[in-house]
């Protein structure tokens, strides 16, 4: 066995086997495989084996593309047969909900070039006879399916990869990882010892224990997962004969199953609501290639649906049941990419879709290792999504819901309940009686409206029951004030002598002055946007910066990644160390002038002022900004003074008519300023020119920013892309992100956000399209739940385009 390696990948899935061969593709070959039994040994083996491109997160689905590309490359190269079927697919829709769903799902592939088109039952019959088409409302047809063999496939990673270069050792179980004072890593097996520089953590069922070996609790469970395989049928032989193919994929999301055919027979899968986790507190290193104990009594339910749906297995007979253990996330996806705190430990973990998804997750993890960045926006399946709330329990209870729901419609307004409440700020209580609708986001309640009594959030892929009072709220804000918590913002404190030129270097802004505020965009090497932040300085060395709680562990990894190594800058993530509120309204001024002897006029106290000031009794710190784009402030104080800063400021405002306002209205007002979001309009997939934040890039400024060559180039070239909003001619629905936006009927462009602009009482879409056509005034139009609906641009933001109402 080697004593050195660049890369040493943990598991012999076909996860691990897909990241060492793309390792040896980009060039780095002095790469080891470790793997403590055999080749797909785990989960990999007992696989179902099928593939397919549609997701609903769009950048998953290219990765999915990918992967499905990938094969018949690898088998070429390999010279191992993968088994590969492209039989093609469907997805089935026993509801109208389901195929209203179904048909989202569609319109987001459009831009994306696939080829997948609606089928009336009927068609969906004729394509696939073993179905009843009574039991069906319509179908999504997918020429991109079909199944392979997970050992073939599995073994031609790995020949491709040894034909570069890399080496594979089996029966060589990983005991310890220690990391030296390089930062280099010691590779501790049962066989010796590799010195490695990079660690990759593909241990599939042994993930978290190869998390552990370095103080990591992964989040990840693995839940036994069966699927059964029949005789011979012999609807299936004569299909073969008559058609001279085999009978597709299918997905019937209502009955929760999945067939394919399986030699002369079928295979149907499920995903039961009584699921069942395995080993939920350590996997047993002694287990390899075993199946765990057939139990049917629990897939009933759905066996009963889908013999239902597919009559022809009323009367076939059982070979083979297949249990055996799957591992999951706690949404599902992937955990991909460096571990904040570490040197050089990778996951490419919880990859449950193995076969559709492992190609993709080797592309995008290789990339990052070699190049620093995977070449894709990730941000789905990058296992910074989640923070230290992502215990053992709360995975447990997460995965255990997405399982089962893995077939259920997520509405837009859906909010899940499992591992909730588990943040919460002082005022919770005080918002709950309010009529607080609560989502959580990155582990933390926040109010998203506020329902009057005996009304309750009715989830629909159209307007529901919260329309009517989102509104209202929307409307308090520009007629009068309203006040709504802030808490869910990430904030971070930056402090030192070298503070500012550390943040000089890693922001595009100008740096403000002291008592001042600026939007400041943050760019990667390539010039693409990493985040976008409020920046506040406070005092010499003494600044704040404010930006997307989701992105909170995803920033901190790359804050930390670039912080001065000489001590002359501390960093801290605050998280509800300080919590907020905001009040936001013309008559905004007026309530908080109520609360301080200071002079908060505009001479006095301009838009973009910071200062420490006391409101009432309580110490906070107020900006004045606010995301609705009225005249506002932003107000951060120590959660001990949360509570009365609440009931003051409600008291204050009480003669205005003050207003609680949640997420949902947040989103109405800013959409009618044109203002983007974290994850929406502002990620990795775009520079600051195409996303309309090219004012706050300094590329004059003496300090050489990060990505400062990139954004001379893009400002040069002009970019590829436009931010431009729509008004639209819904009816009864709203775009939510990711529909296709068509120029003269041809698609052009793709929605990253949109809604009701409640206070203007018009649907709002933004979105993307090339700068060659972002100034056509006519011929628009945009995709939602399967009809082309009229567009019409806009040049400037519905609500005080001049800005004179937020900064008077």
């Not at 179908?139 to 063999?149: I, K, N, R, S, T």
């Not at 491709?160 to 990391?179: F, M």
């Not at 002694?286 to 759905?302: C, K, M, Q, S, W």
Request: contains cysteine; aromatic residues 10%; glycine residues 10%.
């Amino acid at each position: 066995m080697k004593s050195h390696a660049r890369v040493v990948v943990i598991g012999g899935g076909v996860v691990g086997c897909s990241v060492l061969y793309h390792l040896t593709k980009f060039g780095w070959t002095d790469v080891v495989l470790v793997e403590r039994s055999e080749l797909t040994s785990g989960s990999t083996w007992h696989a179902a084996g099928g593939m397919h491109t549609i997701n609903g997160d769009p950048n998953v689905a290219k990765l999915q593309k990918y992967t499905v590309e990938l094969y018949k490359e690898i088998q070429d190269y390999s010279g191992q047969d993968i088994g590969l079927h492209m039989t093609s697919g469907m997805m089935l829709a026993s509801t109208k909900d389901r195929f209203d769903w179904m048909k989202s799902i569609l319109a987001k592939g459009r831009y994306m070039g696939l080829d997948a088109h609606l089928l009336t039952p009927k068609e969906a019959h004729d394509l696939m006879p073993l179905l009843d088409p009574d039991q069906f409302v319509g179908a999504v047809f997918d020429p991109v399916e079909g199944h392979l063999d997970p050992y073939g496939t599995t073994h031609a990673y790995a020949k491709s990869a040894r034909k570069n270069g890399a080496d594979i050792y089996l029966h060589t179980k990983v005991e310890d990882l220690v990391q030296r004072e390089d930062g280099s890593w010691r590779v501790i097996t049962d066989k010796g010892e590799i010195i490695a520089e990079h660690v990759v953590n593909c241990g599939g069922l042994w993930a978290r224990e190869v998390g552990r070996m370095v103080g990591l609790e992964l989040p990840v469970l693995a839940m036994e997962h069966m699927y059964l395989i029949t005789e011979d049928m012999p609807e299936v032989i004569e299909f073969n004969r008559t058609a001279g193919r085999e009978l597709m994929h299918c997905v019937d999301f209502d009955g929760e199953i999945y067939l394919r055919q399986e030699r002369n027979g079928m295979l149907m899968g499920t995903y039961e609501k009584a699921c069942r986790p395995w080993s939920p507190l350590a996997t047993p290193w002694n287990f390899g290639h075993e199946l765990l104990a057939e139990d049917i009594e629990r897939i009933t339910p759905e066996l009963e649906v889908g013999f239902r749906h597919f009559p022809a297995f009323n009367k076939a007979g059982i070979r083979k049941v297949i249990n055996g253990p799957f591992t999951f996330s706690p949404d599902g996806n992937p955990l991909v990419g460096p571990v904040r705190g570490m040197t050089n430990y990778w996951s490419a973990c919880a990859v449950m879709a193995g076969f559709s998804q492992g190609g993709g997750v080797g592309l995008a993890l290789a990339n990052w290792m070699i190049h620093g960045d995977p070449g894709f926006d990730v941000f789905a399946m990058d296992v910074s999504r989640y923070g230290d709330f992502a215990t053992l329990a709360y995975t447990n209870a997460k995965v255990r819901e997405n399982y089962s729901r893995r077939f259920s419609i997520r509405y837009p307004n859906e909010e899940l309940p499992a591992g909730r409440p588990l943040l919460t700020t002082p005022v919770y209580d005080k918002l709950k009686e309010a009529g607080a609708v609560f989502g959580a986001s990155y582990g933390l309640e926040q109010p998203l409206w506020f329902a009057p009594k005996g009304v309750e959030d009715h989830f629909s892929w159209r307007r529901s029951t919260d329309f009517d009072t989102v509104g209202a709220e929307a409307k308090a804000v520009r007629d009068s004030v309203g006040l709504m918590e802030t808490s869910g913002f990430a904030k971070y404190a930056v402090k030192g002598e070298g503070a500012e030129a550390w943040l000089d270097r890693l922001l595009t802004c100008r740096m403000p002055a002291t008592g001042r505020m600026t939007l400041a965009p943050m760019l990667k090497d390539d010039g693409k946007l990493i985040g976008d932040f409020t920046l506040a300085k406070l005092g010499e060395g003494d600044f704040l910066l404010i930006g997307s709680g989701i992105a909170e562990d995803y920033h901190m990894r790359w804050f930390e990644t670039h912080l001065s190594k000489d001590g002359s800058v501390t960093l801290e993530a605050l998280n509800l160390a300080l919590v907020g509120l905001a009040i936001a309204g013309p008559k905004a001024r007026e309530v908080m002038q109520k609360l301080t002897h200071l002079d908060l006029s505009t001479p006095a106290f301009p838009f973009m002022a910071v200062r420490r000031m006391d409101l009432g009794m309580a110490p906070a710190i107020v900006g004045r900004v606010s995301y609705t784009g009225d005249l506002g402030y932003e107000i951060w104080m120590k959660p001990q003074y949360q509570r009365y800063l609440y009931d003051l400021l409600l008291e204050a405002g009480a003669e205005f008519g003050i207003r609680l306002f949640g997420l949902r209205a947040l989103n109405a007002l800013r959409l009618e300023k044109s203002y983007g979001s974290w994850s929406r309009e502002y990620r990795p997939l775009y520079g600051p020119l195409e996303a309309g934040l090219e004012r706050f890039v300094a590329v004059k400024k003496d300090a050489d920013f990060i990505g400062k060559a990139a954004a001379k180039a893009e400002r040069e070239s002009g970019g590829a892309l436009r931010l431009r909003t729509f008004i639209l001619d819904a009816k009864d629905a709203d775009v939510i992100g990711d529909e296709p936006i068509y120029l003269n009927g041809d698609v052009r462009g793709w929605v990253t956000s949109g809604g009701y602009a409640h206070a203007a009482g018009v649907s709002v879409a933004v979105g993307y399209v090339p700068k060659e056509i972002a100034d056509v005034e006519s011929g628009w139009s945009i995709e939602l739940l399967g009809e082309i609906l009229a567009a019409r641009p806009q040049s400037e933001p519905l609500f005080d385009p001049s800005g004179a109402k937020m900064r008077g």
